[in-house]
């Protein structure tokens, strides 16, 4: 990377390829193996790599930042204000979005900043994501949901409402301390649980002024509960509601994947259409950033979106990613 202050190139007529790599429960266990294995492994390095950084860490993850700048992929950090123990579907904790709000984890805030002005280099940043569902303790289900927000016109409700607020408090915070090589990500799920009007992605929209870039994640099915969907029945509403919330911020999808589950479909099909319909159709998506994660579900079954999870799920990922539409290093100009 050049000398000097830099920011992110999002190149037209391509995108990047990018990965979260299995990095343990709290998904931020980054090794440079665990990486060079699965880029020897789909036949491409990785532009782009993925983790989470848990407020229940209360660290800065600069040792994982400098081995990704080492490496030449660009950080994608979803910031998530979640207390362990790490299990979807909790109620909100300490980290809740009032307490938030009401100053009580500025200092860490402050903190993380001082890291990321530290760091230097550009970081993709991703606070607080999926808020349209009912599983992360900081989504507009447990803040009021639907209820409406007295004396406005147009109508906004306390869920999203308060969402935004918490958002624009952590953007804000960290913009103070000097920042500036932050990329604020607005990153929903493809679908809104519950499916009801007030959870709509706008609803949750912070402004331009707060994002940077947009995104979502979008999975064919991944438990045995599921049914089986092809990529373009789980992206194609969600592509369209999400371009309509802002027609200008470049579009990332920051999680996709889908498990393994041969009885039902086939996965190296649906690798295969995905890639096919995100260089043909899906022409915002700059940056795909594949979920490759195995994991045991609670009736004992496996979740398994890694590549490999088959030699024909491989075999496909590693013909779509080989596409020279699929850049394998970020593009950086001065700021």
Not at 15 to 38: C, M, N, P, R, S
Not at 60 to 70: A, G, I, K, Q, Y
Not at 316 to 323: L, P
């Amino acid at each position: 990377m050049a000398s000097g202050p830099q920011t992110v190139v999002w190149p037209e007529g391509k995108a990047y390829t990018g990965a979260y790599v299995d990095f343990g429960e709290a998904e931020d266990k980054v090794t440079l193996e665990a990486i060079e294995h699965f880029e020897k492994m789909v036949g491409k390095q990785q532009a782009i790599i993925a983790f989470s950084s848990f407020w229940g860490e209360q660290t800065f993850p600069t040792r994982n930042l400098e081995l990704l700048s080492r490496h030449g992929s660009l950080p994608l950090v979803f910031w998530s204000p979640w207390d362990k123990p790490y299990d979807e579907r909790r109620p909100p904790d300490k980290y809740n979005l009032h307490a938030i709000l009401a100053g009580e984890w500025d200092r860490y805030i402050d903190r993380w900043a001082d890291g990321a002005k530290a760091y230097g280099r550009p970081l993709l940043v991703a606070w607080g994501i999926e808020m349209n569902g009912n599983w992360f303790p900081w989504a507009g289900f447990f803040y009021g949901a639907g209820n409406v927000v007295p004396d406005t016109d147009p109508v906004e409700y306390e869920g999203p409402e308060l969402y935004k607020r918490a958002y624009k408090h952590v953007v804000d915070r960290v913009r103070a301390r000097g920042v500036t090589n932050i990329l604020w990500g607005f990153h929903v799920n493809h679908t809104t649980f519950p499916v009801k009007p007030w959870n709509r992605m706008a609803h949750y929209y912070p402004g331009p002024d707060y994002v940077d870039w947009i995104g979502m994640s979008t999975y064919g099915m991944q438990t045995n509960k599921q049914g089986w969907c092809q990529f373009i029945e789980v992206n194609e509403g969600a592509y369209r509601e999400l371009s309509a919330v802002d027609t200008s911020k470049p579009m990332v999808l920051a999680e996709w994947g889908v498990a393994e589950f041969p009885n039902n479909g086939s996965k190296a099909e649906w690798i295969k259409c995905a890639f096919d319909l995100l260089r043909n159709r899906y022409s915002r998506i700059r940056a795909a950033v594949y979920w490759h994660e195995r994991w045991q579900n609670a009736d004992k079954s496996y979740s398994n979106l890694r590549v490999n999870s088959s030699p024909e799920a491989l075999q496909a990922y590693r013909e779509g990613v080989a596409s020279p539409y699929w850049l394998d290093r970020p593009i950086y100009k001065p700021r």
